[in-house]
Structure formats: C-alpha cells, structure tokens
C-alpha cells in the first residue's frame, strides 16, 4: 500500500476551492483516492482492511476517556451548531437502525483542535504540520481505540456540511458504519469556506 504523500496541503492562495469541500479519513496508510476527497483506513489490526471490505469484530476495549456520554447538558465543550451536528448524524443512524454515537468529550476537544489548526493555519487537509494526524492527536491524548475515522469539511454552515458529506459515499459510509459507537465533532468559524468542520468517529 502507498504510503500518503506528506508534502504540505496547498494554501487557499495557490488554488480555487469550491463554496465547501470534503475529506474523509478512515485511518490506515493509503494514497488520496482523488483531490477533494481521500479515504484512508486504520485499525489495530496488523492487516488494515477497507471499511467497504467488511470490519473484523467489534472490541469490547473501552475508551480512555471513561464514562460516555451521550446528554448534551453532560457535554459542555459542546457548542449549540456541534450540539446539532450530533443530533443531525444521530438522526441518520437511527433511520437505518443504528444506534447513535455516543459523545465523547476527548474526541470533542481533539475535533475541535483540528478544525481551529486548519482556520488558524490556513491549510485544508488530514495532515497538519503542527498536529499530524488524527492518529497522532489521539496517541498523544492517550486514547484507546481499534479503528477510527475522520471526515473534513467546509462550507457556509454545518447543515450544509452535512448535506454534503451524507451526499458522498465514503464520508456518509463513515456515519452510518455499525462498528464506531463514538464521535467528537468540532466547527470553527473562519477559512475559505466558512466554517471548518471535523468529525472524529471511533471503535
């Protein structure tokens, strides 16, 4: 598998971005599939496999960050539009039969973190000079997990965000893929597009 090209996302100074745009990071080492959206995938499994290739079992490892969550009065790091988004992607599950996400506050703050790298930064994309990648945020923080997924976005607003991701194959197969039980989402304000919006699922 090759390995992703480290060289430094394009500033929006060098290209024409679109009214919003989209990542998604299931995470493992695997080249971007196209310029505006890249899937890639990882798990603890010595064999990384696809997401779209079937997930091996769920793990009853619990997360780091003890106790889940799922009221929002529990989640003050949440703001009231991130407040929002869970309940939006929650709906979508629920409609397919899932269960909802629980939220987790660690994976919040490190949402958060990744959103307000990229405004303050001025770059768009999953590997940032200052955080690495969203691996590297939660082996920092650490996090316990068997897989992970990230979607980026930006876009006016998190409604259209969502629109946009749940219109794409990959991001919205992250959403709804039965094997993550937890998110943190964060939105800034700021960029080419708006708002910057990521979105950490976990296993």
Known sequence: MS???????????????????AL???????????????????TNDPSPKSTTQGSPPASSLAASSGKRVTS??????????EQE???????????????ELEIDPILVKLAQ??????????YFGHIS???????????????VYQAVAENLTGAPNYR???????????????????RFTRIGVGIVKGGPFGEMITEILVD
């Open 24 to 42: 998604t990071f299931v995470l493992t080492y695997s080249s971007i599939v196209r310029a505006q959206t890249a899937v890639l995938v990882r």
């Open 160 to 178: 259209k965000a969502h629109a946009r991701l749940m219109s794409s194959s990959s991001h919205r197969g992250n959403l709804l893929n039965p």
């Open 113 to 122: 973190a990744k959103s307000r790298d990229m405004v303050s930064e001025n």
């Open 129 to 143: 000079e200052r955080l690495g990648t969203v691996y590297d945020q939660l082996k920092r923080a650490g996090y």
């Open 3 to 21: 390995q992703p090209n480290t060289a430094k996302s394009l500033k929006p100074t060098t290209l024409i971005y679109p009214a919003f745009i």
């Open 72 to 81: 929002f009065h529990e989640v003050s790091v949440l703001t009231r539009e």
């Open 85 to 99: 988004l869970v309940l939006l992607i929650n709906q979508e599950r629920s409609h397919t039969g899932l269960p």
